[in-house]
């Protein structure tokens, strides 16, 4: 079969690969969309816990064997640990990761434990169903917002209602954020980003937008860049006792005002991949979403499209393959 491989750093290559065997416990998927990750980008260039050979792909859904359309929820875990056993299977330390870890989506077929797989709402279009994953990160940031805010209990499962928000950077996770939020009861969501293209998609969404930069206090600032000046503004930005959620990973510097944070009791929450609930609400969210940002190309496509975005050339804001 034909699969997107990562073959070193910087390279990936359209390759004919051994068609892949379900392991006791594991089923066959045929892969129908996979959305290329930011993260895969940055992995490909600097090789951390993805290592060459791999196929890359978290974000994908499919056919089973028995016919079934299902999406991928690409956390694996211990299911033993304290953090397992409370619910929080997204932060064990065992964690790993179908597409990061072992091989994920960017192929004809894949397989993946027969526990990974959940099922798709009749009549989603497969680009929307390849979104699930980065919207269910959104869903987690939101509840981690409402959980800073006083809502929803120790697991934060109400987001921040009525709300002003802020989102730093409109990028596929950015936009999701944006309206993750909306249909969480948000007051009003303001967005940040250089590219009119981003934030011509995120009014479409019904995001009001504040340009380059943010001006102002929010409750709540999302930052889905994840730079040094993302994470200063989204402290400058915030109100006294507000919260700020970061969910971008460009660089590891943070280089705040760790006094301006003392003084007026501002918050920082880190917010990664999500809960098995929040991947469910997640499926259920994105069937009302304007999702036309999101473009198909076909998997012959695939090692042109990847490396034009990863070396910023090329600018569709979400590529999705379609095997
Ligand atoms: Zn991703
Ligand atoms: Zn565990």
Same mark, same amino acid.
């Given at each position: 079969?034909?699969?997107?491989?990562?073959?070193?750093?910087?390279?990936?290559?359209?390759?004919?690969?051994?068609?892949?065997?379900?392991?006791?416990?594991?089923?066959? +998927?045929?892969?129908?969309?996979?959305?290329?990750?930011? =993260?895969?980008?940055?992995?490909?260039?600097?090789?951390?816990?993805?290592?060459?050979?791999?196929?890359?792909?978290?974000? #994908?859904?499919?056919?089973?064997?028995?016919?079934?359309?299902?999406?991928?929820?690409?956390?694996?875990?211990?299911?033993?640990?304290?953090?397992?056993?409370?619910?929080?299977?997204?932060?064990?330390?065992?964690?790993?990761?179908?597409? +990061?870890?072992?091989?994920?989506?960017?192929?004809?077929?894949?397989? +993946?434990?027969?526990?990974?797989?959940?099922?798709?709402? &009749?009549?989603?279009? !497969?680009?929307?169903?390849?979104?699930?994953?980065? /919207?269910?990160? /959104?869903?987690?940031? !939101?509840?981690?917002?409402?959980? /800073?805010?006083?809502?929803?209990?120790?697991?934060?499962?109400?987001?921040?209602?009525?709300?002003?928000?802020?989102?730093? %950077?409109?990028?596929?996770?950015?936009?999701?954020?944006?309206?993750?939020?909306?249909?969480?009861?948000?007051?009003?969501?303001?967005?940040?980003?250089?590219?009119?293209?981003?934030?011509?998609?995120?009014?479409?969404?019904? /995001?009001?937008?504040?340009?380059?930069?943010?001006?102002?206090?929010?409750?709540?600032?999302?930052?889905?860049?994840?730079?040094?000046?993302?994470?200063?503004?989204?402290?400058?930005?915030?109100? &006294? %006792?507000? +919260?700020?959620? !970061?969910?971008?990973?460009?660089?590891?510097?943070?280089?705040?005002?760790?006094?301006?944070?003392?003084?007026?009791?501002?918050?920082?929450?880190? =917010? #990664?991949?999500?809960?098995?609930?929040? #991947?469910?609400?997640?499926?259920?969210?994105?069937?009302?979403?304007?999702?036309? !940002?999101?473009?198909?190309?076909?998997?012959?496509?695939?090692?042109?499209? #990847?490396?034009?975005?990863?070396?910023?050339?090329?600018?569709?804001?979400?590529?999705?393959?379609?095997?």
């Amino acid at each position: 079969m034909k699969a997107l491989v990562f073959t070193a750093p910087g390279t990936v290559e359209l390759l004919d690969v051994p068609e892949p065997e379900a392991a006791p416990g594991e089923v066959l +998927v045929e892969v129908r969309a996979a959305g290329i990750c930011g =993260s895969e980008l940055h992995g490909a260039r600097r090789p951390g816990f993805r290592k060459p050979p791999l196929i890359m792909g978290h974000e #994908f859904a499919g056919t089973s064997a028995g016919g079934e359309a299902v999406v991928i929820n690409p956390i694996l875990s211990c299911g033993r640990c304290a953090e397992c056993r409370r619910g929080l299977r997204h932060v064990c330390r065992e964690r790993q990761i179908i597409g +990061v870890h072992r091989a994920g989506g960017f192929a004809e077929r894949v397989a +993946v434990p027969a526990s990974a797989l959940r099922p798709l709402p &009749p009549g989603l279009p !497969w680009e929307a169903a390849a979104l699930i994953e980065p /919207a269910a990160n /959104a869903v987690h940031a !939101w509840h981690q917002a409402g959980r /800073a805010l006083g809502a929803g209990g120790a697991h934060g499962t109400d987001g921040a209602q009525g709300a002003r928000v802020a989102v730093t %950077g409109c990028g596929a996770i950015g936009l999701l954020c944006a309206a993750t939020a909306l249909s969480g009861g948000a007051a009003r969501v303001e967005v940040t980003d250089l590219s009119p293209a981003r934030l011509a998609a995120a009014q479409r969404l019904g /995001a009001q937008v504040a340009g380059a930069g943010l001006s102002g206090e929010y409750d709540v600032v999302m930052d889905a860049v994840g730079s040094a000046a993302t994470r200063a503004a989204s402290i400058a930005h915030q109100r &006294p %006792g507000g +919260v700020a959620v !970061w969910l971008g990973l460009a660089e590891e510097e943070a280089g705040f005002d760790a006094n301006a944070l003392i003084r007026s009791e501002k918050r920082v929450l880190g =917010s #990664f991949a999500y809960r098995d609930e929040e #991947f469910a609400h997640a499926t259920a969210l994105i069937q009302d979403w304007d999702l036309t !940002w999101a473009e198909g190309y076909p998997l012959a496509a695939a090692a042109e499209i #990847f490396t034009g975005l990863m070396n910023g050339g090329l600018q569709p804001l979400k590529a999705v393959l379609r095997p």
